[in-house]
């Protein structure tokens, strides 16, 4: 008599295993997203579902990591036994509606510590901004009123550059911040 090897051939009836992670993937806003929540290489996943015709069954250790992150029981993830997920959306999702999320999911490791950097480096630059007391006065005027300082200050600007008391090279847009001339730039 020759034996069958576990895991291949499945009881009738019986859902095997990857199914369960398949519907856990289901939760996410996407499969990267998962792998990234459950520590697992992408690639991994992606794996998983080219050979699903086969039913392949994920290593214990991924098991054990999957089931960590779910909040569900390593039994009711490798035989249906057990405690299952809680409901449909994954704990502490903020639900399909959330398209930043979403979006943020598509990016690489890589792409969202780079973004990160930008809006830390962004919001940090804005609060210095704000802590000027000016800053602050100028943008509590009306609208109508900022529009027409900053017409004024263009066209003064443009005629600062065509007499030639502004610099207009690299330097010129600091330059023209500060109201500085080329007198002014000499004494500093």
């Keep these: 008599m020759i034996k069958e090897p576990k895991g291949v051939f499945y009881e009738a009836g019986k859902e095997p295993v990857i ?40 290593r214990p250790s991924q098991l054990k990591k999957i089931a960590d ?22 704990t502490g999702s903020v639900g399909q509606n959330d398209r930043l999320t979403d ?19 962004k919001g940090l630059e804005t609060i210095l901004y704000l802590l000027d007391e000016d800053n602050i006065k100028i943008l509590q005027l009306p609208s109508a ?5 900053i017409i ?13 008391k502004v610099c207009a090279g690299p330097e010129a847009e600091d330059s023209t911040q500060l109201g500085l001339t080329r007198k002014h730039k000499k004494a500093v």
């Design 103 to 121: 979006m943020l999911s598509y990016l690489t490791e890589v792409e969202r510590v780079s973004l990160t950097e930008v809006i830390a480096r």
């Design 145 to 149: 009123l900022k529009q027409q300082i």
């Design 19 to 58: 199914e369960r992670v398949f519907r856990l993937i289901e939760r996410y806003p996407s499969r990267s997203a998962a792998a990234r929540a459950w520590g697992i290489n992408i690639n991994t996943l992606k794996n998983y579902y080219r050979r699903q015709d086969i039913q392949p069954t994920p």
């Design 152 to 164: 004024a200050h263009q066209a003064n600007t443009e005629e600062m550059v065509n007499q030639g």
């Design 69 to 90: 992150v779910e909040n569900v029981s390593l039994e009711w993830l490798t035989t249906g036994q057990g405690e299952g997920p809680k409901n449909q959306e994954r």
